[in-house]
């Protein structure tokens, strides 16, 4: 994988934040994490307060970002587990039930990483023109 080397990750980071909230997805967070790490250049977390939501949740991103072409390279976890992955090379996008989430902090760990704004109205609306 190759990191990018301007922001043009950033668009469909905000793609899969709005797919997210559109399946009520809840502290939905983007990190820019180029010179963190060699695996993305953004991870998007997100959390459902449900199974049944989880699998929502990721199912429209899997549903939404394949619209526009894109494909996750990986999907891995289970639901049951509370944590799927989703791998779309560039962008990372972590799901998580909420209790999972506070176990394992991710959002702790990347703290050194730069926030993306996500601005989910905007990026709602763009998500659905693009459809």
């Known amino acids: ?73 990986n999907v891995e976890g289970q639901y049951t587990s509370g944590w799927v992955v989703l791998d779309f090379g560039a962008i990372v996008c972590h799901v998580f039930r909420e209790e999972s989430r506070a176990y394992y902090d991710l959002d702790g760990m990347w703290a050194d990483a730069t926030s993306i704004p996500l601005d989910l109205d905007e990026a709602v609306e763009t998500a659905r023109a693009q459809s």
């Open 1 to 73: 994988r190759q990191s990018q080397t301007d922001d043009d990750f950033i668009p469909n980071t905000r793609r899969i934040a709005a797919l997210a909230d559109e399946r009520h997805a809840v502290e939905i967070r983007a990190y820019d994490v180029r010179g963190l790490t060699v695996l993305a250049d953004a991870f998007v977390l997100c959390s459902a307060r449900s199974e049944p939501q989880l699998k929502a949740v990721v199912s429209a991103i899997k549903e939404g970002m394949k619209e526009i072409g894109v494909k996750p390279l």
